[in-house]
Nanobody
Framework: QVQLVESGGGLVQAGDSLRLSCAAS????????MGWFRQAPGKEREFVAA????????FYADSVKGRFTISRDNAKNTVYLQMNSLKPEDSAVYYC?????????????????WGQGTQVTVSS
C-alpha cells in the first residue's frame, strides 16, 4: 500500500523559511512524478512544484518560482519542498502527491496517491 506522509509545517513569520518533507513508502517510485500542492480555505487545490523521481527534472508554479525548491533523496525515499521568503499568501495546507507516470504533470487528477497534508501558516 502506497503511503505518503508529510511533515515540517508550522507557523512562521513573513520572510522566514520552512522545509517540508514527504516520506514515501509502499513501492518503488523511480518511474513516478512527485508533486506538492496546496489548498487555502475557500480555494481550490493548486499546483506548487513537481519533480521526476528519475532524473530529477523539476517544474514550479510561477507564484513560487525562485523561492521554493523541490528535491528528492533516493536513499530515504523522501521528497522535500524548501520554502524561502515565505509570504502570508503562501499559507495553506500543503499536500504531497505521487503520479504513476514519469512525466511531470500539474493536473491534480493525474496524481494517484496523496498524503494527509501539513499546515503552513505565514503571519505578516
Amino acid at each position: 500500500q502506497v503511503q505518503l506522509v508529510e511533515s515540517g509545517g508550522g507557523l512562521v513569520q513573513a520572510g522566514d523559511s520552512l522545509r517540508l518533507s514527504c516520506a514515501a513508502s509502499g513501492r518503488t517510485f523511480t518511474s513516478y512524478a512527485m508533486g506538492w500542492f496546496r489548498q487555502a480555505p475557500g480555494k481550490e487545490r493548486e499546483f506548487v512544484a513537481a519533480i521526476r523521481w528519475s532524473g530529477g527534472s523539476t517544474f514550479y508554479a510561477d507564484s513560487v518560482k525562485g523561492r521554493f525548491t523541490i528535491s528528492r533523496d533516493n536513499a530515504k525515499n523522501t521528497v522535500y519542498l524548501q520554502m524561502n521568503s515565505l509570504k502570508p499568501e503562501d499559507s495553506a495546507v500543503y499536500y504531497c502527491a505521487a503520479a504513476a507516470r514519469s512525466l511531470i504533470t500539474v493536473v491534480t487528477t493525474r496524481y494517484d496517491y496523496w498524503g494527509q497534508g501539513t499546515q503552513v501558516t505565514v503571519s505578516s
